[in-house]
């Protein structure tokens, strides 16, 4: 029997399961007879966001580089956002995380039911490829030709 590498609906369950109860990545893996990386994968493409509340915070700014430079806006180069050691490197999201409630960073939630209609949408999606009429795809090309600075797609005379 060949052995499937999509994830089904019931490992998604058990990988949402093994995330409420804190377990890492690579004991999801070993429970499921996956790679590590496919679960990491998974979980990280399929994880929900849930931003951080800036009206709670201590400070304003969630930049890892804010204590040096103070002037943060959130906006500059170096920006980048405060992240949860234990969320990114073990366990891949906040599932029944103990500091829940008191943490002020950005929040990643896996929730399995979401996570399969999200994948089975990006299937059926990539199969059907895009559907147009020779009028929209007219109308599309006289959008899209003006903005081409090289002209090279727009040799058709589109009327």
């Known amino acids: 029997m060949k052995k ?3 994830l089904s609906l019931s490992q998604r369950l058990k990988i949402e399961e093994m995330l409420n109860q804190r377990h890492r ?4 893996a070993i429970e499921l007879d996956k790679s590590s990386s496919t679960i990491a994968r998974e979980i990280n493409k399929h994880r929900i966001l849930k931003q951080h509340n800036v009206f709670n915070t201590d400070n304003n700014y969630n930049c890892k580089y804010f204590i040096n430079c103070k002037v943060c806006t959130g906006k500059c180069k170096i ?3 405060i992240s949860c050691k234990d969320r990114d490197r073990n366990i891949g999201a906040c599932n029944n995380c103990p500091k829940l409630k008191s943490c002020k960073l950005d929040k990643y939630f896996y929730i399995a039911e979401k996570a399969q ?4 949408y990006t299937l ?3 199969r059907q490829g895009v559907n147009l009429n020779t009028s929209e795809l007219i109308e599309l090309a006289h959008i899209i030709c003006p903005l081409i600075k090289k002209r090279t797609i727009c040799l058709y005379n589109f009327k």
């Open 79 to 81: 920006y980048q956002p």
């Open 117 to 120: 209609k999200n994948y089975e």
């Open 124 to 126: 059926r999606d990539s």
């Open 4 to 6: 499937s590498n999509k």
């Open 25 to 28: 990545k690579f004991e999801i």
